[in-house]
């Protein structure tokens, strides 16, 4: 049997009772198929580095050996919805881009930080089965990408851009920075997610939207606090702009503000566990 990793051989494992030998046989030639595809056309297309591409085949396969299509077709569309977005974005704001930590190709912690709190739900459920954790993922992807589109939106062309925290006029494209381009964005990406999910879900249509597109709002909205608050930023020595890099025009930058360890991956684990958190509360209030 093609068990690549000893995390899922324990689990499969330790799962051999609960579910039906047939199925699980299946889902595991499906994962194999699906997350060797995704990982090298990823690599391929330059939308994930080495790393990242060994981090995200480990992912994809364990979501679609424990989750199968439910769980893997939510993240397949952030993971191609953001991944394409940056692309046709690089061309375009070379000036802004300049900015970010890491343009382009994603890393491992970036796969992780962006999709960890999956693999960890989808585990979870695969022991303890209950269709809240199901929920508590969506919620948490649709965070991510929530942020991912808005990042992308908000970058697109100049637009006027504003501090998270006390709305005065920010530059372009600096962690923290909200315009009305990226808003459109976040809803956007939260829309996206809730739409890939609504087949599987057990609750009504528009009470789950409603609460996917919340979560996922507020979530991305946290993400930017937090960029504006506590995200590490550097200066440029030689061209004097603030920047998330720590090499920039060829020359390591300064340390300009916020707590060193937290970084854009740090800062989008954090959204993603908000949107999951939010999930949970909002599910008691919004009932119909
Ligand atoms: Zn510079």
């Known amino acids: 049997m093609p068990i690549i990793n ?79 977005l940056t692309k046709l974005n690089n061309r375009k704001n070379i000036e802004v881009r300049d900015y970010f930590e890491k343009s382009g190709a994603r890393d491992y912690l970036q796969v992780i930080a962006n999709g960890g709190i999956g693999g ?60 009305v381009t990226g808003l459109i964005g976040a809803l956007g990406g939260s829309l996206c997610i809730a739409l890939s999910a609504i087949g599987w879900v057990e609750i009504s249509y528009i009470r789950f939207v409603i609460l996917v597109l919340l979560t996922g709002f507020l979530g991305s909205y946290f993400d930017s606090i937090l960029g504006a608050a506590v995200q590490v930023q550097y200066l440029c020595p030689v061209c004097n702009r603030v920047t998330e890099r720590k090499i920039h025009c060829g020359k390591h930058t300064d340390y300009f503000r916020g707590f060193s360890w937290i970084n854009n991956d740090v800062v989008n684990l954090f959204s993603g566990i908000m949107g999951a958190m939010l999930i949970v509360v909002f599910k008691s209030f919004i009932k119909f």
Request: proline share 3%; glycine share 6%; aromatic share 14%.
């Open 120 to 179: 960890i739900l989808v585990l979870v459920n695969a022991f303890y089965q209950n269709e809240l954790f199901y929920l508590i993922y969506i919620a948490s992807l649709s965070s991510v990408c929530a942020d991912t589109w808005a990042t992308e939106f908000g970058t697109w062309r100049k637009t006027a851009t504003y501090n998270a925290l006390n709305l005065k006029p920010a530059a372009q494209g600096i962690s923290g920075g909200i315009s």
């Open 6 to 84: 000893p995390i899922i051989a324990l689990t499969l494992l330790i799962l051999e009772n609960e579910i039906p030998n047939s199925m699980l046989f299946q889902n595991l030639i499906l994962g194999l198929f699906f997350a060797s595809l995704i990982t090298y056309l990823s690599y391929r297309l330059k939308f994930l580095d080495c790393s990242g591409a060994i981090a995200a085949f480990i992912l994809a396969q364990l979501i679609f050996d424990l989750g199968g299509l439910k769980w893997s077709v939510p993240i397949i569309t952030f993971f191609i919805s953001s991944s394409i």
